[in-house]
């Protein structure tokens, strides 16, 4: 089992310097090392950064990169907000399976006098949560997530594939600058009859870590598991190996300290989705899903710490794939 | 007064049809349109949206042009997450001054048996938001927010001009398609001694209408406030109007039957963040700020409202100024 792309549960709760292993300080010295170069900023609790201008002309690069490369798959391109409605958050059942990473919107709906005892009971230092209601809203977890309510109905002959990007949260504060709270997904999401959907993984995965190879990263494919909350979640997690329902190409980032971490990953929905928003094939019955996932700062960082930190050194091979030969020459 | 860069209390509480103003009909009817065309897509929720590819192949394009149009600022670009810690949230006392429009973020933090009682209130029907607890961050509800902290400390000789982008969160359901409940806003913020703060901003406002107006929107600037909330807001309201701390440019999207929406701003903040965040002058007095603001997808909406929903169509000066040329050649 193999760390995954921004689900596994953390355990970097801190710990006295002298008990840290050779991983966690293998961490805080390439989070150092990150935020000393300026590419990312410490934005002030575990996990949670901003990013300077030129990481995000490498994202950027490495979007225009995987649409070029599957530009032969036709998608429609749809982006959504941060926030979906919780609604279909609560139809994703996201909070049964991974409640430790969710993240849900308060807001507040009081009157005039309500806002003045919130404003008491900051004063005295006491929470003022208390004054407020859950929102209409929910973090987005997993950039597919807002897609599937829009796809509602019947799909053409031959399925629909969305190329869709945007802000995923979850809640999972570390020292592991791979492992952020907030942060983007480029998705490819195929629905259509389960053989296809099953063929689009099998087959765009193997696309993914070659496209991931000729930007010089040293990555492979692992059969994985999602982090799923509990007792329970353990057999979940292990039919999904089993069923090898999700793949991920991991990067050593850490040397042999870790198996490597995730930095893209396949998954196979398989009859997950469909029945749940309503999707259904051509012939009407329930569609099938898969989806292709790049971690979009986790790939950044894989370069980065593939080529060294410094951009305008990278090979010219590579910048120009991502759009960066101006930088520095 | 104005309508405001997405900051104005609504009341847009459905009503029964013939109760709906010729306002409510025509915002109505633009969303419908909007949709219909494909450019936004309904994300179930008022004021929730996702966009279309090309949608966003112009708000890229806007914000190269920014960046093209006030690279003589020599900006330092940084980007943040769609949440922040709620440390510095704090700071800002945004719950005090705008609690209507504010989001908070719970997770969840217990046991598998907490878990397990979640799941069983779930599955009851009841709410299941008791179970979690406030997490550290917050949405960031204006995109300068998060930089504060990081300039913490002395400013050099002449002050510092940071380029920000990101997303913003303001809690305000709408059927007004130029008013979501997360948005993008391209932000320029000064940091420096008072003068060159309220400097900035006056002689910066000027560029932003001029080319706003150079993309063909027939647009102005006026004086306007936020929308504080309460009683207490009215006279921090009629304050910042007199003072001119606020100037927004505005666009008539419905034409006569409202004063305009405003797709800009220009703040003058003066010593407002530099004592909280303790950011100081080169001299070791506080630092003064104000700052720009472009609402990307209001400025976009009112392209599509001024040169039709088309975007082939659009007059080849406006496609060449936001590097959408190839749309429809």
Chains 1, 2 share one sequence.
Not at 18 to 46: N, T, W, Y
Not at 89 to 118: C, K
Not at 164 to 178: I, K, L, Q
Not at 224 to 243: E, H, I, Y
Request: hydrophobic content about 40%.
């Amino acid at each position: 089992m193999t760390d995954t792309l921004s689900t596994t549960p953390t355990t970097d709760a801190p710990a006295a310097a002298d008990e840290r292993s050779a991983l966690d300080v293998a961490r805080d010295e390439f989070r150092a090392e990150i935020l000393a170069a300026g590419l990312l900023v410490d934005a002030g609790q575990p996990g949670l950064y901003g990013r300077s201008g030129l990481f995000d002309d490498i994202v950027d690069g490495l979007c225009a990169y995987v649409a070029r490369s599957f530009a032969d798959q036709k998608p429609e391109r749809y982006r959504f907000a941060p926030v979906m409605s919780r609604d279909e958050y609560e139809l994703t059942d996201y909070i049964v399976s991974f409640p430790q990473l969710a993240g849900t919107v308060n807001g507040f709906r009081g009157t005039d006098a309500d806002h003045r005892q919130l404003i008491a009971a900051r004063e005295r230092g006491e929470a003022w949560d208390p004054y407020l209601v859950p929102a209409e809203t929910t973090l987005v977890s997993a950039v597919c997530h807002p897609v599937y309510e829009r796809l509602r109905g019947t799909l053409p002959e031959g399925g629909r594939v969305i190329n869709v990007r945007g802000f995923s949260f979850r809640h999972e504060p570390s020292n592991d600058p791979m492992r952020l709270q907030a942060f983007r997904m480029q998705e490819l999401v195929f629905l259509g009859d389960p053989a296809a959907a099953k063929t689009f993984r099998d087959v765009m995965s193997q696309r993914q870590v070659k496209g991931l190879q000729e930007l010089g990263l040293d990555a492979k494919i692992v059969a994985a598991n999602d982090p799923f909350f509990g007792r329970t979640g353990k057999f979940l997690a292990s039919n999904q190996l089993a069923d090898e329902a999700k793949l991920e190409v991991v990067v050593k980032i850490y040397g042999d300290l870790d198996e490597g971490t995730a930095i893209a990953s396949g998954n196979h929905a398989g009859a997950h989705f469909g029945p749940i928003f309503g999707i259904d094939q051509a012939d009407g019955t329930p569609a099938h899903s898969s989806c292709m996932a790049w971690g979009l700062e986790r790939v950044t960082l894989a370069l980065l710490r593939t080529h060294g930190l410094d951009v305008a050194a990278w090979p010219e091979s590579v910048k120009a794939d991502l759009g960066l030969s101006h930088v520095g020459a």
